[in-house]
């Protein structure tokens, strides 16, 4: 295998980890600043640490390799709702509504380039047979 699609993968692996362990746990210790924005979208603060237990529960499992995909999995659902309330509430699409969107293909892109099983199961390039 070569090993720049790995290098890279792993490269993106921790931006993808950090924010989420950073986003996570803004959201348990009850940071004022995301209480305030998650409050603007309509949620409490009780409810913005229990995001951020959700969130938190769904990192772990993707920063360990045996429950990688299994978190990647989650973190899409968790995702794909913020995407929703960021449309329901009528946020700028290109910075705000699509952030999941482009947050979850930059955390499966990790994996993609990281796993020769993945990237046979799911190839960008149609395979040329001889």
Known sequence: ?????????TALLVVVELFLVL????????AQAAVDATGELGFSA???????????AATIL?????TRVLGAILLTG???GAVAVQALHGA?????????V????AAWGAIWLRSHDLRALVPLARRRTT
Do not use: I, N, S
């Open 1 to 9: 295998m070569e090993t720049w699609p790995k290098h890279l993968g």
């Open 23 to 30: 986003d996570a746990g803004m959201k348990l210790l009850g």
């Open 46 to 56: 009780q409810a913005t640490r229990m995001l951020g237990l959700v969130l938190g």
């Open 62 to 66: 993707y920063a360990l390799p045996g």
């Open 78 to 80: 968790y995702l794909g």
């Open 92 to 100: 700028p699409l290109l910075t705000h509504t699509l952030f999941g």
């Open 102 to 105: 482009y947050f979850g293909v």
